[in-house]
């Protein structure tokens, strides 16, 4: 099974702030991976696909980059809504596995 | 839209049969899966059925106890639960494939139900 880490597992940051949280795969899986922003309570929600590419309706502050092994989400600019657990996600194999997420918190 | 029901409290061996009614698309068209979620902790892949319900694929932590299977003239899903541990207690939540494609690099999911608690206590 392919293992996803995801860093950090706990993320404090304030409202502007860039952040970048970090996925990386126990082996190469191209460029088949998924984001995924889950508030409290409710379904996650598509965020990016096929690494990089952004969902639609989702805000352009939002960008995914990275292939093979190591992969990053990027918010060029925390807003109040963004703050969530984020879950990278593969799709090269089964079983599908998802990392163990990557909490937001305001700082 | 996705709606799951049939949630609830089993006894440990007991057996459930979570249902998804699927609205505003192709259902038939489209690959399904089961995620979960334990209290407090992270996503889980259960299972995926293709569109036409002949091909499905499972989590080794369920594989021989739980079954998913599709009724595409009731644009229905289901997952039928059993020989249920404690450690299946969770929310489950279904979930649309994002495209009309089969394997498994399109399996990214972009439309989820609200999801469906199950608690296996005695």
């Known amino acids: 099974d392919i293992q996803l880490t995801q860093s950090p597992s706990f993320l404090s940051a304030s409202v502007g702030d860039r952040v970048t949280i970090t996925c990386r795969a126990s082996?190469?899986?191209?460029?088949?991976l998924a984001w995924y922003q889950q508030k409290s309570g409710k379904a996650p929600k598509l965020m990016i696909y096929?690494?990089?590419t952004l969902q639609s309706g989702v805000p352009s502050r939002f960008s995914g980059s990275g292939s093979g092994t190591e992969f990053t989400l990027t918010i060029s600019s925390l807003q109040p809504e963004d703050f969530a657990t984020y879950y990278c996600q593969q799709l090269n194999s089964y079983p599908v596995t998802f990392g163990q997420g990557t909490r937001l918190e305001i700082k | 839209q996705l709606v799951e029901s049939g949630g609830g409290l089993v006894q440990p061996g007991g057996s459930l049969r979570l249902s998804c009614a699927a609205s505003?698309?192709?259902?038939?068209?489209?690959?399904m899966t089961w995620v979960r979620q334990a209290p407090g902790k992270g996503l889980e892949w259960v299972s995926i059925?293709?569109?036409?319900?002949?091909?499905?694929e499972d989590a080794d932590s369920v594989k021989g106890r739980f079954a998913i299977s599709r009724d595409n003239s009731k644009n229905t899903l289901y997952l039928q639960m059993n020989s249920l541990r404690a450690d299946d207690t969770a929310v489950y939540y279904c979930?649309?494939?994002?495209?009309?494609?089969?394997?498994?690099?399109?399996?990214?999911?972009?439309?989820w139900g609200q999801g469906t608690l199950v608690t296996v206590s005695s």
């Open positions: 082996q190469g899986i191209s460029s088949y």
């Open positions: 505003g698309f192709m259902f038939s068209s489209y690959a």
């Open positions: 059925i293709s569109g036409t319900g002949d091909g499905t």
């Open positions: 979930a649309k494939r994002a495209i009309a494609a089969t394997g498994p690099t399109y399996n990214w999911f972009d439309s």
């Open positions: 096929a690494a990089s």
